[in-house]
């Protein structure tokens, strides 16, 4: 069983996995409904939309190092949580987890640069290889969004921290983000329906961070475990 984390910081961290999802959301709702090309897309179609779309590429691009810090808020409130359960089975899930975190922070990084240099790109010359690059990165980071699900559900499960739905619901969302990125090559190559595995596992992904600050926030009620 887990003892109660202090207030003040499971508040912030729980908080923090909520407006991190919200955040996330809100940057997809304002490229995709603008023309965000897809995974795969012609060379022509990402310079229409890069060449006249780089102010709401600049605004969702302004969202991004708020998404960075709260996931790792809520990593750390996640690792917090669970370290002392885990350090008496002589686990490290939770540390598993947070590394996935760390990892898709870094990468997302590289895409959202990527995205700001298309956007500033004066022709089609440099499009395609920014593109393939931005294809790459985006899909292959499915690989550390399946760390940060896989190590975080299997630590919350087995410290009691998380409901067995949940930890199933997260299990479930990194196979299909572990698929979608070890089908990278043939995404990037199709645009199709192969991309449907990370888009799917994208949502669960946002459910499950929604489910795990609602957890996180439920440590401070006042009980002495939960």
Known sequence: MLSQNRFGFTSI?????????????????IML???????GAGVGEVDAFFSTQSGVVGVASAL????????TLF?????????????????????????GLALQNATFAA???????????????ATGGLWALHDALFTLNGTFLALALIGLSVAGLRAG???PWHGGLGLVS?????????????IIDHEGPLGLL????????????????????????????V
């Open 174 to 186: 990194a196979a299909l983000l572990f698929a979608s990125a070890t089908l990278t090559p043939l």
């Open 111 to 125: 895409v959202t640069a990527t995205r700001l240099a298309l956007s500033s790109a004066d022709g089609s010359s």
């Open 33 to 39: 409904p603008a023309g965000l090309p897809l995974t």
């Open 64 to 71: 991004t190092p708020t998404a960075w810090l709260l996931a």
């Open 161 to 163: 921290l998380i409901r």
């Open 198 to 225: 990370g888009l799917v596992g994208w949502l669960l992904w946002v459910v499950w961070i929604l489910a795990y600050g609602a957890t996180l926030i439920r440590l401070n009620r006042p009980s002495s475990e």
């Open 13 to 29: 961290t729980g908080l923090a996995a909520i407006g991190f999802a919200v955040t996330i959301v809100l940057a997809n709702a």
């Open 75 to 99: 990593g750390a409130g996640a690792v917090s949580a669970l370290r002392r359960s885990e350090r008496d089975r002589g686990e490290a899930w939770s540390l598993v987890g947070f590394a």
